[in-house]
């Protein structure tokens, strides 16, 4: 049973030391190209994709007492797909059923062989899933073969590779002699790695793989028997999940009911049934923090991990790169309008200006310098769509209308091509004074952004780190030459649980979290309970058991 | 500031290995010798103990709004010892305050040299241990000095060890090399372990330390600020163990409120506040389900671990020692009067009789068997009170009597010396038959054991673990000669999440857990949500924090 294990062994052994040196890596090509994944895998996955639309979704074998599915793009296209799908009761008790035998007895070498397979497979199915997450999330195509694709696999390798290093940190047996005099009291022990039982992911809309993948995966290594809730809008990607997931265990002999698919639509929604199931013991959420904080609340006995919301801060104090940090902040901004866990929302500025290569530079400039960067980014409607994509849910445009009320306008968010059946919103740039304003205190989700005048980049970060102990943040940035401001950042930032990216100028941005090397939300603060991937978000879904008796 | 960590770094990487790989270690001695701790430290540690009675304890800067303390030894001695008290208000902003700075700033090293330092200092003073130990649960001397001494050292020890193996896993900093095509991306990325913040610890009235020191050594070494909850009747070795610990802290230059004590008494509780408080971020509980579920469900959002209560059973199928079965189940039962949570209950007999190294012996055979031995063993009152020690809490006397009314009694509890002050009470054996009874299906706390007649073996393994599923368990034994039914059994059990323990009959019993290689419940049943101690146990008291900037 540990011929997969084998095949993948040397992937899992540079994925645990990467996890410890926390250098980069991937296996898993992050380039659309036909080089790496073959000359038609582009086409060969569009059409994968095509054959899905205005079909029924098939999963053999899995419980379907309806069907559900009303998927949209943000981009137009109706995908009139519909997913088997039955009440969290039925849900939960074929869950239930499939697991806790065969499944959590198996060895950690062939679960995660297992696993490690759903991977590779799915890697090969990168321009399908691309597809499927372009057209539920809205994400553009390369974003959507990125982090739908190689990016969530790493995601998902990163939570195999923690889980099999903490499975196997107790051996599976050993001598125990304890002296007693001249002579000895000698016991053999047997140690078993056991699942804790039903595990439910809930996915979110905006990034259904790359956030779902490491709970899945990390409950699945473990032993345990999961359940994939996607959110209403962007089901597809995990069905397809699903659907290898299921294919590969059962060529493995497993149930292929030990992954299932959760799927609801507005007005017959069943996340609130299965995290009140008693049954449920683990659950891993992203999305908003209110219905975070109802999962928390009224999961009972379950271990809850969630990804909640968060408002992302920058602090810009001072550059040796104005025109870079202005075109880098301006991408950050930009990437898919905004709808990253990790995208900045507040831009913190010294109301007396700052101090650049290119001279003072008053608030008023440096504002004017960031509008006038994602001008040129999105001059060319055709690259503004490959950088903005689409908006995933309408509420964002009211809430961009809202946010019109609450400052200056800088500059004005408009649609990329207003004649595309596309939803569009490049950003909107709203200035504020924070001795005036508590509008940037809350998350205002989308391409919204402020520009807020503070005393000193001291004040900036204080503000910054404050609110992000009140309403959550993942990331933080800061523009500074000065050491001390540095260290100061760096502590402060630490104490509120916000990861610190400080001047980026060139090809990376402060939205980036790399597998492997960056850990995604601390769990230190509102937005999030968790790690990804940390030991704590893997080494609570398994226990250890012992058996023991004097030894022969 | 690693001086402490150098002293005591032989020690730590020796536990670390002992808990790779689960051979007998330790190195706090557990025999209460005068070679090993001095000539004079039996006589040291009983005056020091003596100096304590009817004096106030004194903690130099603790808060103090009132004080505590009506410790009534179950050997008959009022202890009359004054605690400082204050308000969960006070206690939690005191902690608050101590913490988050310094220590949280502390690298690794040293806090987790501090904790050694503090463990080495309370082994010194493990005599005086072993008399507050005693005369606040009842625990006969010999085992009031092991497990209150050395043992719960051990435990504390484990879990410091633990706690650094997992601090250490990320590195404080890595260079990130991200090929792009010719040239690559270069981040410099730094790392820094963040408390969770206030770590509240609630002790038990039984095992004060042994069941407390996983708790506050994995939340102090891990950076979070400590307040300790003794039980009101056993406050007494925690407060001479946040004693010592405040003394190392600041003769290191910490905070001494980073260990505060939480002193209560009956009509002044605390416990519920503090449990409530929104600013405690973690809590080890350990006592009754009733009071644990209340903790769980009242929490917030504090990450609990729990030790709760549960139904331990012995399953007797065949033996090929007889005699030896006998005398190890009656030690078990007599051991500390039944009053540990490893302690069996429930001892399953076939109703048909069981093949021995003596022959076919019926149910009645084995039930006199039992009762036969636990005669023998106590049968000298100096030898049965050195065994039995007192009984903690009136309470258990009450379920004694109760008991009887249960089914056939067997053997009579006794007082051991009826002219003693002491509380004392010898194991009560009720028969019953599982087709007419469920009223060893609930925890009956105290020495009260119930021999139930099963239809055979394999009924008594399901009924055994189907208690455990529904009530809790924390240990199981099981006497079999065929390795079928030893297969079955640790399946079965660790279905149920129970430590099994297969023909023991010599000089180990079912109730002993060892530091370093038994893992101490396994958080799969209702006898606690946790295991000491696993990485799962240490790894969510910390959080990981980076920032990072682009490589020079």
Known sequence: MTRLFDRHQGTLDRAMKALAERDFWSPYPEVPSGKVYGETAKADGLAAFNARISTPFILKGHPLEYTVGNEVSPYGQALLVDYPAASSTTLVSASAEAGGGLWAAATPETRVGICLEILARLNARSFEMANAVMHTTGQPFAMAFQAGGPHAQDRGLEAVAQAYAEMTRTPSSAIWRKPQGNSAIVME???????????????CNTFPTWNSYPGLFASLATGNSIIVKPHPNAI??????????????VEEGFPANLVLLAADEPGREITQDLVRHPSVAIIDYTGSSQFGGWVRANAGAAQVYTEEAGVNSIVVGATDDFAGMCANIAFSLSLYSGQMCTAPQNIFVPRGGIRTDEGQKSFHDVAQGLVAAIDRLLSDPDRAAGICGAIASPATLERISAARNMGTVLRESMPIDAASDARTATPLIVAVDAAESVAHESEQFGPIAFVIAVDTV???????ARIAEKAGAITAALYAREDAVIEAAADRFARAGVNLSVNLTGGIYVNQSAAFSDFHVTGLNPAGNASLTDAAFVANRFRTVMWRRPAA
């Open 189 to 203: 022990k047997h140690w078993r790695v056991m699942p804790r039982g039903v595990s439910v992911v809930i996915g």
């Open 236 to 249: 597809l990607p995990l069905a397809i999940t699903v659907e290898v997931a299921r294919t590969v265990l």
């Open 458 to 464: 001291d004040d900036g970060i204080e503000r910054a």
